[in-house]
């Protein structure tokens, strides 16, 4: 079953980082680097990959998606999916990404969308 984090650890040191790798924290329970937890990509039972991806200018943030097969041009790696608003941060637009994955079944991929 996916777990689908609303936000990251709380003692993470990536906050409103992209990198799906956590470093781990020296003198806790999560002493390793390991799997974010709270950073992924999900896919829907048509295929389509959605994730998060920054603004033109890099400022704001929001869910994109990509349909099977669809290549990316220059920067642009997905559509920006209308349904959630641009957010100030990685960390509220990834809780919007993983709120709607679990409100609507979808599953977490292991590999970064096909750019």
């Known amino acids: 079953m996916p ?3 609303k936000s990251r650890c ?5 906050k409103n980082d992209s990198s799906r790798i956590c470093p ?3 003198g806790t329970p999560h ?3 390991s799997r974010c937890r709270f950073v992924k990509f999900y896919q829907d039972k048509r ?3 959605y994730f998060v991806q920054a603004g033109i200018g890099g400022n704001t943030f929001k869910t994109f998606y990509r349909k099977p097969g669809k ?3 220059g920067l642009i790696r997905g559509k920006c999916w209308r349904s959630v608003p641009w957010r100030d941060s990685f960390d509220e637009a990834q ?3 993983n709120t709607e994955a679990e409100k609507s079944g979808w599953e977490e991929i292991n590999d970064a969308p096909a750019y």
Do not use: F, I, R, S
Not at 10 to 14: I, R, T, V
């Open 24 to 26: 781990g924290v020296p």
């Open 47 to 49: 295929g389509w990959q």
């Open 10 to 14: 709380c003692m993470c040191p990536q």
């Open 31 to 33: 002493p390793d680097p």
């Open 3 to 5: 777990e689908y984090l």
């Open 95 to 97: 809780t919007d990404l």
């Open 71 to 73: 290549a990316g041009k």
